[in-house]
């Protein structure tokens, strides 16, 4: 369901499907920090950047808190937060 949501994110006119599937992701399994990172996209294509940042941060947390945090997602989150 990501990578759907992915590819949902780079079309402006699918942006609604990828909100409502990262979503869905969400209250399915909320311990996915690729999840909040696409939440936090969808934000900030939207140009709501506390929402935006707020996703970010809340990916970056589950992220570190995992025993073995995917470095991609780490890198991802940090980048989109300016870190």
């Known amino acids: ?3 759907l949501c992915e590819i949902y994110l780079k079309e402006d006119k ?3 499907e990828a909100e409502q599937m990262s979503a ?3 209250q399915l399994q909320d311990d996915l920090p690729e999840a909040y990172i696409i939440r936090g996209r969808i934000h900030e294509n939207k140009n ?4 935006a940042l ?3 941060k809340k990916g970056l947390e589950i ?3 995992q025993a073995n945090p995917d470095q991609k997602q780490l ?3 940090h980048f989109h937060l300016g870190c």
């Open 75 to 77: 890198i991802s989150a």
């Open 48 to 51: 709501q950047q506390d929402e």
């Open 1 to 3: 369901m990501l990578k």
């Open 14 to 16: 699918m942006m609604k």
């Open 63 to 65: 992220a570190k808190e």
């Open 24 to 26: 869905k992701v969400i």
């Open 54 to 56: 707020a996703n970010f």
